[in-house]
């Protein structure tokens, strides 16, 4: 792997990885989770989750991680059995730790995790000391505890072997999910998960330093983390005070452990050594400018902070000492004052050579502070990284967090009908209520699940016809003119105009019977064969003039080449009989959203504002659309293909002013 590297989230939850050596941002394995936010090491990358659980990504190496399991089992003699595992009540358990402290029974020796694999069974250790050992692997003492030698003795009252079995890390190059704190991880969940440390002055530098922040405003520590155990041990609780609750926690390379809590404070944790790597107590540090505080960067000599306001700022007069983070006294790690800095960011992070990574506020980049060096820590600008998004390697990459408009349920709504008119559109399972409320609204219950199909809408008609054929209706003629006539009186009679208004629409549709079945033979025996493979969805929309338009699309995609033409002019010739005033445009022009499934799978639909009754609406491929004709407009905006980065973490990646990478 590359020796240096920077991670980021973009806002798909989906972490990516930069090298020094190349220009392309490589994809981390996608297994199911959507990330928050990662802090990473030369070694590993510790995330919080979308569930907030906290995940680890260990690098693979030529070098596997391996941990021998031992256990010692422990016998004495008595002069009925012989040697046999009937001991003392003072003496120490069957089996047992080296020093006998510890019992350690073989079944009670498990994996910590899923992550880690046995390599073998147990087996008996035949070396002691540099000498072989017989088949039984048996070493010899004269009590509990004593030298043990591996040849028995006249006074060889106890012996004991020694059982060896090795498990290994598997998890290498994969996401691996750390224990939570309680069994039920929704308990408590975390909100901020930091990690540092290998450069403490004295400590190990395979020992590294992992803080989290729950959502109780507790702060936890993970124990144990090391070059042998990645993923730790145990997580302990980190005492804070008692009117102060955390909202996020960055450790130092160094040791420095930094936080800001609910208020925008600064807490600063005191008294960390090697000996000591959780400290003593917390300090309070002012916000700067009286700004509250949003995040903190901890580098080695340098800390970052930016405010609720994206404005970022530097801590003046903050040098780290050569013994170490030793800061029983505030001042040595407190600064002098805060320096505004020039920008605005969302997010901050620090390197280990205080190098500087941010994300931007206004187009979600990845920027690098240029310039930063030992003699000026601040740097000098700000760059952009714009690199191209390199092939994704996760398992599943068909699967995308953006829903697909086909598949998000509309909620019921309320619109508005002119009090003129009255129109009902009945099916199966969804129906347009014809009793205007106090207000003159009309209530529709859409249910997206029940959307009646295209052929249901043929068979309708199909009924209609021949039901007003077997009752001897006027011709088309006469009806119109009837109609006409009921409507010229309309100030006279507001109840039989509203009947007249229905009759006139009864009338359009009986003209067009006919049409829709000799049009439609030839076309239903093709759609037949389309909707069992796919659903044909009826869209309905309010014109102008009050009355309801219907529409169709297929949204499952299949050979719709040679029907598209003749449902275009056929859906035409019913709209243009039943609905003259929809079509008082010009030649060609559409109808509300009736626009090609194609167009329609490449557009989404934004909702400028709520309606009258308080609720929104999202326009759905194949539901009802029945917008207000006095609510806000909606807007066809093109669908954002590219990534907004949300989250940078450069912990591993060692870059200098003087030697930048070419990105």
């Given at each position: 792997m590359p020796s240096s590297q920077v991670f980021a989230v973009n806002n798909r939850g989906r972490v990516f990885s930069l090298a020094t050596d190349q220009a392309v941002w490589r994809e981390l394995p996608y297994l199911g989770v959507e990330f928050k936010r990662v802090s990473t090491h030369e070694t590993a990358v510790w995330a919080l989750g979308g569930d907030h659980q906290i995940y680890v990504y260990v690098y693979g190496s030529s070098v596997p991680i391996r941990v021998c399991e031992e256990a010692y089992e422990n016998q004495r003699w008595n002069p009925v059995e012989g040697f046999s595992s009937v001991l003392l009540p003072t003496d120490r358990a069957p089996f047992s730790s080296a020093d006998g402290l510890t019992p350690r029974p073989l079944t009670s020796i498990t994996l910590p995790t899923l992550a880690w694999s046995w390599e073998s069974?147990?087996?008996?250790?035949?070396?002691?000391?540099?000498?072989?050992?017989?088949?039984?692997?048996?070493?010899?003492?004269?009590?509990?505890?004593?030298?043990?030698?591996?040849?028995?003795?006249?006074?060889s009252y106890v012996r004991r072997r020694k059982w060896v079995r090795y498990r290994r890390y598997v998890a290498l190059d994969t996401w691996s999910s750390v224990p939570s704190i309680h069994q039920d991880h929704t308990q408590e969940p975390f909100i901020d998960i930091s990690v540092g440390g290998g450069e403490v002055s004295g400590g190990d530098a395979d020992k590294l330093m992992v803080w989290g922040v729950t959502a109780l405003g507790r702060v936890m520590v993970r124990k144990g983390v090391d070059a042998t155990c990645p993923e730790g041990c145990?997580?302990?609780?980190?005492?804070?005070?008692?009117?102060?609750?955390?909202?996020?926690?960055?450790?130092?390379?160094?040791?420095?452990?930094?936080?800001?809590?609910?208020?925008?404070?600064?807490?600063?944790?005191?008294?960390?050594?090697?000996?000591?790597?959780?400290?003593?107590?917390w300090t309070v540090l002012e916000s700067p400018e009286g700004s509250r505080l949003l995040q903190l960067a901890v580098g080695v000599k340098s800390v970052w902070g930016l405010t609720r306001d994206h404005r970022i700022w530097f801590r003046r007069g903050l040098e780290s000492s050569p013994e170490g983070v030793q800061v029983k006294v505030p001042s040595d790690n407190k600064g002098t004052f805060w320096l505004l800095m020039v920008g605005l960011l969302n997010m901050i992070a620090i390197g280990p050579d205080d190098q500087v990574w941010g994300v931007g506020k206004d187009?979600?980049?990845i920027l690098v502070r240029t310039g930063v060096t030992e003699a000026e820590l601040t740097g000098r600008t700000w760059r952009s990284i714009c690199l191209p998004i390199g092939s994704c390697d996760s398992p599943d990459q068909s699967r995308s967090p953006t829903p697909n408009p086909a598949s998000i349920s509309i909620p019921s709504q309320t619109f508005r009908f002119p009090n003129t008119s009255r129109s009902s559109v009945q099916s199966d399972s969804n129906e347009i209520s014809d009793s205007p409320n106090q207000s003159g609204d009309?209530?529709?219950?859409?249910?997206?699940?029940?959307?009646?199909?295209?052929?249901?809408?043929?068979?309708?008609?199909?009924?209609?016809?021949?039901?007003?054929?077997?009752?001897?209706?006027?011709?088309?003629?006469?009806?119109h003119?009837?109609?006409?006539?009921?409507?010229?009186?309309?100030?006279?009679?507001?109840?039989?105009?509203?009947?007249?208004?229905?009759?006139?629409?009864?009338?359009?549709?009986?003209?067009?019977?006919?049409?829709?079945s000799r049009s439609g033979e030839t076309l239903n025996s093709d759609l037949r064969e389309c909707t069992n493979s796919s659903r044909y969805n009826l869209e309905t929309q309010v014109v102008p003039n009050g009355d309801i338009a219907t529409g169709s699309q297929c949204e499952k995609p299949c050979d719709t080449n040679s029907l598209k033409q003749s449902d275009d002019n056929?859906?035409?010739?019913?709209?243009?009989?039943?609905?003259?005033?929809a079509f008082d445009q010009k030649p060609g022009a559409s109808l509300g959203s009736f626009g090609t499934s194609k167009e329609w799978n490449e557009a989404r639909l934004?909702?400028?504002?709520?309606?009258?009754?308080?609720?929104?609406?999202?326009?759905?491929?194949?539901?009802?659309?029945?917008?207000?004709?006095?609510?806000?407009?909606?807007?066809?905006?093109?669908?954002?293909?590219?990534?907004l980065w949300m989250w940078v973490s450069g912990g591993g990646c060692r870059i200098r002013a003087n030697n930048m990478p070419k990105w």
């Open positions: 069974p147990w087996y008996l250790h035949h070396t002691h000391e540099g000498q072989a050992l017989d088949k039984e692997a048996w070493t010899y003492a004269f009590d509990f505890p004593r030298t043990y030698t591996a040849d028995r003795k006249w006074n145990e997580w302990v609780h980190i005492a804070t005070p008692a009117d102060q609750d955390f909202t996020s926690i960055w450790v130092g390379r160094s040791g420095r452990v930094w936080a800001v809590t609910w208020d925008g404070c600064a807490m600063i944790r005191t008294g960390i050594t090697r000996d000591n790597p959780t400290g003593e107590d187009d979600h980049s009309l209530s529709l219950q859409t249910d997206p699940g029940d959307m009646f199909s295209m052929q249901t809408a043929f068979d309708h008609l199909k009924l209609e016809e021949k039901e007003e054929s077997q009752d001897g209706h006027k011709s088309d003629a006469q009806d003119d009837l109609v006409l006539e009921d409507i010229s009186s309309e100030d006279q009679d507001p109840e039989s105009n509203l009947n007249a208004a229905e009759h006139c629409a009864d009338c359009s549709l009986n003209k067009t019977d006919t049409e829709v056929f859906s035409s010739e019913i709209l243009a009989k039943t609905m003259p005033s934004r909702h400028a504002s709520g309606s009258s009754a308080g609720s929104e609406s999202s326009l759905v491929q194949g539901s009802l659309i029945i917008p207000r004709e006095d609510g806000p407009s909606y807007d066809l905006l093109a669908m954002q293909t590219e990534h």
